[in-house]
């Protein structure tokens, strides 16, 4: 074989060979990028995956703290509006049906007659109507004040005591004075500076002077029965 042609077959052989190694290390270099790669991107993935976890604990952590918030706004505002509703006071049939007296307890009707004791007044009122629906002279006397004027169409009369008063009782405290005293409705009492009045003016009564809590009859008017 001659030189050159020999000469030429060993250059050949060393480019193949070189060709061949070049050919190797590229496919490793390649074969090593294709693993990097993969590597970031399971990484990437996995970076991502807790990213999405992360958040979806975020959440489902933030959630009860959520719904705990909202349950007490609403309790709160559940709290506040029954508060509201509540009332400081609340209305009742009993308070709409009664009288402008009974609703308000602490109302003195009779006291420009000076009377500070409403409620012991109308005992002794009650007490005075069961006295006289009785007929019980004597008791009936027991509510009367001293001096009693007695007025009539011809003259006033005097009454200087309880002896007298019984005596007297029945030209007194005649049929109709009778009637209209035991059938007055104690809310519809009559009251001024005088004192409290009785169906037409047919009695009066008033406290004592120098007790407050003593009530009596002062004044029978026999004339407005006339009339």
Not at 1 to 4: D, T
Not at 10 to 20: G, I, P
Not at 37 to 58: F, L, P, R, Y
Not at 87 to 97: E, G, H
């Given at each position: 074989?001659?030189?050159?042609q020999?000469?030429?077959n060993?250059?050949?052989?060393?480019?193949?060979?070189?060709?061949?190694i070049?050919?190797?290390?590229?496919?490793?270099?390649?074969?090593?990028c294709?693993?990097?790669?993969?590597?970031?991107?399971?990484?990437?993935?996995?970076?991502?995956?807790?990213?999405?976890?992360?958040?979806?604990?975020?959440?489902?952590?933030?959630?009860?703290?959520?719904?705990?918030?909202?349950?007490s706004?609403?309790?709160?505002?559940?709290?506040?509006?029954?508060?509201k509703s509540?009332?400081?006071?609340?209305?009742?049939?009993?308070?709409?049906?009664?009288?402008?007296k009974?609703?308000?307890?602490?109302?003195?009707?009779?006291?420009?007659?000076?009377?500070?004791?409403p409620k012991?007044?109308?005992?002794?009122?009650?007490?005075?109507?069961?006295?006289?629906?009785?007929?019980?002279?004597?008791?009936?006397?027991?509510?009367?004040?001293?001096?009693l004027?007695?007025?009539?169409?011809?003259?006033?009369?005097?009454?200087?005591?309880?002896?007298?008063?019984?005596?007297?009782?029945?030209?007194?405290?005649?049929?109709?004075?009778?009637?209209?005293?035991?059938?007055?409705?104690?809310?519809?009492?009559?009251?001024?500076?005088?004192?409290?009045?009785?169906?037409?003016?047919?009695?009066?009564?008033?406290?004592?002077?120098?007790?407050?809590?003593?009530?009596?009859v002062?004044?029978?008017?026999?004339?407005?029965?006339?009339?």
């Open positions: 074989m001659p030189k050159n020999e000469y030429g060993q250059k050949m052989s060393r480019r193949l060979s070189l060709t061949a070049l050919l190797t290390l590229t496919f490793v270099a390649l074969a090593g294709g693993q990097d790669k993969n590597a970031e991107t399971v990484e990437t993935g996995s970076n991502t995956s807790a990213i999405e976890h992360g958040t979806d604990a975020d959440r489902s952590g933030s959630a009860p703290n959520e719904k705990v918030a909202k349950e706004e609403s309790a709160e505002n559940n709290g506040n509006d029954v508060e509540s009332p400081s006071a609340p209305a009742t049939s009993s308070d709409v049906s009664s009288s402008p009974s609703a308000n307890p602490s109302h003195n009707p009779f006291e420009v007659a000076g009377i500070q004791d012991a007044f109308l005992n002794t009122f009650k007490a005075l109507q069961k006295a006289v629906a009785d007929n019980d002279k004597e008791k009936v006397a027991n509510y009367i004040f001293y001096p004027r007695v007025n009539d169409s011809e003259k006033a009369l005097t009454i200087p005591n309880k002896k007298e008063f019984i005596a007297k009782y029945d030209q007194t405290f005649t049929d109709a004075i009778r009637e209209a005293l035991v059938n007055q409705k104690t809310d519809d009492l009559f009251v001024n500076y005088q004192g409290v009045m009785v169906g037409s003016g047919e009695l009066w009564l008033r406290r004592a002077t120098d007790n407050p809590k003593l009530f009596g002062f004044s029978v008017n026999l004339e407005t029965v006339a009339n």
